[in-house]
Nanobody, 122 residues
Framework: QVQLVESGGGLVQAGGSLNLSCVAS????????MGWFRQAPGKEREFVAG??????TYYPAAVRGRFTIARDNMNTMNLQMNSLKPEDTAVYYC?????????????????WGQGTRVTVSS
């Protein structure tokens, strides 16, 4: 089992920045794929960023150029979010899976954190 704990959410004005962190514990592997999803009220979970063990990353168009995923070590990951917009408001979830492949589908990720709330005011 793997446990994930996010931190760093909060309230920020449009145009501002936040850095989310995710710390993993348990049976982790340096070949795990790591990533972030978000869920806004009344909407489905949406893929935000992913990083495979070789360091390759993927971002959807909605956040590309504004969000950056980075790995400090095998168990610590960050999501730097710049130029935030009100539509970025959501609960952000850290995810991890032993598959080693970046998918944008929630069901592809075995482990989820509890989520951290990000609110961007206009």
């Amino acid at each position: 089992q793997v446990q994930l704990v996010e931190s760093g959410g909060g309230l920020v004005q449009a145009g501002g920045s936040l850095n989310l962190s995710c710390v993993a514990s348990g049976r982790t592997s340096n070949r795990d794929v790591m990533g972030w999803f978000r869920q806004a009220p009344g909407k489905e979970r949406e893929f935000v960023a992913g990083m495979a063990w070789r360091g390759n990353t993927y971002y959807p168009a909605a956040v590309r150029g504004r969000f950056t995923i980075a790995r400090d070590n095998m168990n610590t990951m960050n999501l730097q979010m710049n130029s935030l917009k009100p539509e970025d408001t959501a609960v952000y979830y850290c995810v991890r899976d032993p598959s080693s492949i970046i998918y944008d589908t929630p069901s592809r990720y075995r482990y989820w954190g509890q989520g951290t709330r990000v609110t961007v005011s206009s």
